[in-house]
């Protein structure tokens, strides 16, 4: 059980359920059971971005990039100039395949890190999607670069307009993932557990009444606060005559 569908039968006990099931059905839908009838399916709300043949999480993308680029650095060895550099790099999507992206960041690299002159900070853009921030460290360390973590110039966005679009993907790549098996239960339910704006306050319920309606078929949409069970918000299914979209 991992730490969204965690979050998600914490939910389900606050609401007084008691016969919740875990995989009925083994590794396929639903994610859990109640009372026997009610199917509940749970999925992290995440900012994700589109590929050729589906969505996937920025993080999905950017977590193994950074892996790479860390072993890179490792792979250059030590200073050669008596100290070491932080790299910091800002990312924006399309990135292009490693194999084409890793000659590009090395080669960049080495010509800083064998230019004797090289004593100030200084920034390098690697065709249109990394910028690397090259700080000078006030120590010198074991290589000559040194990961300094990175930015991702397609995460952020206003809170509700991230939640909107990342709810239509969600909720899409869900109702097509039970189609197969939606006969076998007469009510299903689908608990978001909100990783963009962790859940609506109450400053912000009206505005998401208002316009985050968003045509559906399922039973119930529960947008789940993760850091709190008792906070959750229901996404009204839209008509066709009050789309709020």
Not at 59 to 79: D, N, T, V, W, Y
Request: net charge negative; charged share 25%.
């Amino acid at each position: 059980m991992d730490d969204s569908e965690k979050a998600a039968k914490l939910h389900l006990e606050y609401l007084g359920f008691e016969g919740i099931v875990y995989e009925p059905d083994g590794n396929v839908p639903p994610d859990f059971l109640v009372n026997g009838r009610i199917a509940i399916e749970v999925r992290r709300l995440n900012q994700n971005e589109g590929t050729e043949s589906k969505f996937r999480g920025l993080e999905e993308g950017a977590i193994p990039l950074q892996m790479k680029i860390g072993r890179l650095l490792a792979s250059l060895g030590p200073p050669k100039s008596g100290f070491s550099w932080f790299v910091h790099y800002t990312l924006r999507r399309p990135v292009p395949a490693w194999d084409v992206l890793r000659p590009a960041i090395r080669q960049h690299l080495i010509a800083f890190r064998d230019h004797r002159s090289a004593s100030r900070s200084t920034t390098i853009k690697v065709a249109d999607c990394i910028q690397i921030e090259l700080i000078r460290a006030s120590n010198a360390h074991a290589t000559c670069f040194v990961s300094g973590g990175y930015s991702d110039d397609d995460s952020g966005g206003w809170v509700f307009e991230e939640t909107q679009k990342n709810l239509r993907l969600c909720i899409e790549e869900k109702t097509l993932k039970i189609a197969p098996v939606r006969h076998k239960y007469p009510e299903w339910w689908l608990i978001l557990v909100d990783r963009i704006g962790y859940g609506v306050d109450d400053c912000d319920r009206q505005l998401f009444h208002k316009h985050l309606g968003i045509r559906h078929s399922w039973d119930k949409v529960i947008l789940l606060n993760p850091l709190n069970e008792r906070s959750a918000f229901e996404i009204q299914s839209a008509s066709d005559d009050n789309p709020a979209e």
